[in-house]
């Protein structure tokens, strides 16, 4: 590991946060927190923290001093000054004198003494940051570390590494208790560089940024060599995949479904790394040790569900099996921690020994928390069973751990988004009225995945879905969109809601058209919404948690317009295919419904289509946009929050909403 510190990025940091009346000792404090942040071999996702002791004036023009820590659950790699609460430092050093100090009164105390009122809350170790006499403190959960720290030898190794280099403290809870400690620790040898935590982590401390985060990676360093120097390589097995692993992702998902009655993104890593995890001698009874750090057990649970190749048919057993092994050990402890309740008793993570990793989240990001949190204490297990033996901490003190309420604060406690967990297929994702979608459901929560032909990726981050996952594929090519379904299937577990927007305009008069026209426009506008269908069916069916498909039809199926016969006919057939499938789908739960919507400006109806649209009707373009019974000109928006209308209707099929101001000749019962 390399120190990444320059001089002249730092005195960037500088200067942008002058210019917000952030202070230098602060505007470092953020430079070196985004290092260690990005560093995922040393923390992730809203693990470790940092400070920085620092002079402000009080209400009454007094110098006092201040100190400014992590705030707890923020994430390291990218916060700001907001990240970082700033307190009053004297009170909390007065707390050293205590000899108790149970959580609620410890956290009372910090809010109690935070320079602004709205801060988020400190880290639960500010205590610990607070009391050492230093400038600078920063503590990561370096992978490296975790290997000799879960060692049943882990003091004589780091002892045998570092002499008297740095002090060694036994596992203790964070908190007042773990603060206390390391002063003591300290207050022994006031000459070492860092404070090795049993089980937990490293601090490091300096009288300036650059000191501090520098012992940082010097210490890393040195137990990265001692570990790749010793280490011992670990027996592997050698299997081969020859099951249908869409399938068992669908039945996951409708297991995890069962157990909870939420929806999940599930994904299926099967790279280099991950088999190689996987495929690793006993790694059932190595990954249900317990974790490496206690911070861990409340993204991935305590244990992880390991499931042998030839075990892949029993799927859901397992995976009851699973959650009736929690609900004992949720039981078996629960009396450790006052008034706790137990939260879904779901693995986060699960292996296919010799084969792959899953990992499984209620959103998209929590997923992606589980995996890397996963790899992460993986990682550090196979490296402390290559130098050793790898023991964690007792059951009791990981359960106190997972229930503990100022851990569990670090999630995000806020309501969920009405589409939370739902993965979103829209067609046609690429243009106007698609994007309008994606932006509606993505801002209720939805997981979306647009496909398309072709993408302006300018538009894309105009609309901010430059994050969605795209997809280039033509719809009537059924080869290749098979192939990019199986991608959906194994990035995100499954479908919940299909939007069949994708649509072109053809025209001619019908008794003179071209056939070909006429069969391009069933292959736009009908083929490609009944093979996307096809497909999303299917997995529905099989992940049995049902389904919502929606049309975007047109008012052209109803209310034909001259010239306009090859559109409209397609249209009418899907609008058809609609009824269809919500016909065979109900007793699935699957909901199938539509929207007529008629005149929005869009990738179809283009500015020349307009003309010619007009001139049919023999109206100006402006009258042509907003001729209806509203007098109104419809917008993109206006459909997309139609096809969100659509998932409120819970017991709502074969139903279409109409959005065009008011036709009466295209009008519905």
């Known amino acids: 590991m390399k120190s990444l510190w320059n001089n002249k990025t730092a005195q960037k940091y500088v200067n942008h946060y002058k210019k917000k009346n952030v202070s230098k000792d602060l505007a470092l404090r953020i430079y070196t927190t985004h290092l260690l942040g990005n560093n995922p071999k040393l923390v992730l996702h809203g693990g470790g923290n940092s400070s920085v002791k620092s002079e402000g004036k009080d209400l009454f023009n007094k110098n006092v ?7 707890s659950g923020w994430d390291m790699s990218n916060l700001n000054e907001n990240g970082l609460p700033g307190l009053y430092l004297d009170p909390l050093l007065e707390t050293a004198k205590l000899k108790k100090l149970n959580d609620n009164d410890m956290v009372n105390c910090l809010r109690s003494n935070l320079i602004n009122s709205g801060s988020p809350n400190p880290s639960v170790e500010t205590l610990l940051h607070a009391y050492l006499p230093f400038k600078y403190v920063d503590h990561t959960h370096s992978n490296a570390f975790l290997s000799i720290l879960n060692q049943p030898n882990s003091i004589a190794l780091i002892k045998k590494i570092f002499g008297n280099k740095i002090g060694i403290v036994p596992y203790i809870m964070p908190g007042f208790s773990l603060a206390k400690e390391c002063l003591k620790v300290f207050n022994k040898n006031q000459n070492i560089e860092g404070l090795a935590l049993i089980n937990h982590g490293i601090f490091t401390f300096g009288n300036n940024a650059k000191e501090s985060y520098e012992r940082m990676i010097n210490l890393v360093s040195d137990v990265e060599k001692y570990i790749s120097k010793n280490k011992i390589e670990l027996k592997k097995y050698n299997n081969k995949l020859s099951f249908n692993i869409s399938d068992l992702i669908l039945s996951i998902r409708r297991s995890f479904s069962y157990h909870s009655h939420d929806k999940w993104i599930i994904k299926f890593h099967s790279k280099y790394d991950d088999t190689s995890i996987a495929s690793t001698k006993n790694i059932k009874t190595l990954l249900n040790k317990g974790p490496v750090t206690p911070d861990h057990v409340i993204r991935i649970k305590s244990k992880i569900l390991v499931i042998n190749k030839n075990n892949l048919h029993k799927i859901n057993h397992e995976i009851n099996k699973y959650c009736k092994e929690y609900k004992k050990y949720f039981l078996k402890n629960k009396n450790l ?12 993570i699960i292996v296919l020994e010799g084969l792959a990793i899953i990992s499984i989240g209620k959103k998209l990001k929590d997923q992606k928390i589980s995996y890397d949190v996963f790899k992460s204490m993986a990682l550090s297990i196979l490296d402390a069973e290559k130098i050793g033996k790898f023991r964690s901490i007792k059951e009791n003190d990981i359960f106190k751990m997972e229930y503990w309420p100022l851990e569990r604060a670090k999630l995000d406690s806020a309501k969920p988004q009405s589409l939370e967990g739902n993965n979103v297929i829209i067609t046609g994702g690429g243009g106007t009225i698609g994007m309008a979608i994606a932006k509606k459901f993505k801002h209720k929560g939805a997981n979306i995945i647009l496909i398309d032909k072709k993408y302006n990726n300018q538009l894309l981050e105009e609309n901010n879905l430059k994050d969605c996952y795209s ?8 080869k290749k969109l098979k192939k990019e379904f199986e991608k959906i299937i194994l990035n995100f577990g499954g479908i919940d809601i299909l ?20 069969k391009n426009s069933y292959d736009v506008n009908f083929l490609s919404h009944q093979n996307i269908s096809q497909l999303v069916v299917q997995a529905m069916k099989k992940q049995n948690t049902g389904g919502l498909i929606l049309y975007n039809l047109s008012k052209q199926a109803i209310n034909p317009g001259k010239n306009f016969g090859p559109y409209g006919l397609a249209k009418s057939s899907t609008l058809f295919l609609m009824k269809q499938y919500a016909l ?14 008629d005149r929005i400006v869009s990738g179809l109806l283009t500015k020349k289509l307009i003309s010619q649209r007009a001139n049919a009707r023999g109206l100006s373009e402006k ?17 997309a929050q139609a096809f969100f209308a659509q998932t409120l209707l819970k017991k709502t099929t074969a139903n279409i909403i109409t959005v065009d101001g008011g036709n009466i000749e295209a009008s519905l019962r």
């Open 499 to 518: 939007i069949s927007n994708a649509g072109m305009a053809f025209q001619g008069a019908i008794e003179s058209v071209n056939s070909k026209i006429i």
């Open 337 to 348: 921690v006052k008034n706790c309740k137990t939260t879904d008793p779901l693995p986060r």
């Open 623 to 639: 009258q042509y946009l907003s001729n209806n019974l509203l007098e109104t000109q419809v917008l993109a928006e206006d459909v």
């Open 471 to 478: 997809i280039n594929v033509d719809l009537t090519n059924i």
């Open 65 to 71: 001093k201040l100190i400014y820590v992590k705030g």
């Open 584 to 597: 065979e789908c109900g007793k699935y739960n699957i909901r199938v419904n539509g929207i007529n919507a």
